[in-house]
């Protein structure tokens, strides 16, 4: 971990506390409860960290948090619930980090040094995706051009803010929540969305 790196990990609590003051990265949004995918969530395939291919259609019955990551980010403590989150509800839930540069160029790593750094520092072990564009523009990688057009998903344009950005969606592959960098993963509101049944 370089000294940067060991910096937020120390200042994660007090960098959390301001933004939550500020009212920073905080969007919360909720999809309508009938509105179905015109794009079916599980026709998309996501090429992993290590160079395989994973289809969403696997996690068919599951919920999906999937969050766009970074390793030089003032968020990157989140990595730590991400993984609580995934151990706590592994026979529900499954959880996807998408590291991507899209942001202040937070993420510079190869994704092999990715992979290190997110099992040395933090103990991942949920699944991890290639780098990649999650941002709208060109080269957007697909599971985020899929969750960022209404005209996919049925409701949500709304790209990712920042990095830790986070997208749920439901059992039956529509996209249920959107919640902003600083809303942490053991947020109450977001346990509670990953408890509820329909």
Known sequence: ????????????????????????????????????PAVDFYTLTVELIDGSHLKMSSFRGKKVLIVNTASDCGYTPQYKQLQQLSERYSNRLAIIGFPANDF???????DEAIAAFCKRNYGVSFTLARKSVVVKEPGQNAVFNWLTHANMNGWNDHPPTWNFSKYLVDENGSLNRFFGSSVEPLDAEIIRAIESTK
């Open 1 to 36: 971990m370089s000294f940067r790196q060991n910096a937020i990990k120390f200042i994660y609590p007090a960098f959390i506390r301001l933004n939550k003051l500020a009212g920073r990265q905080r969007d919360r949004l909720t999809g309508e409860e009938e509105t179905r």
């Open 104 to 110: 202040k160029h937070q993420e510079k790593g190869s």
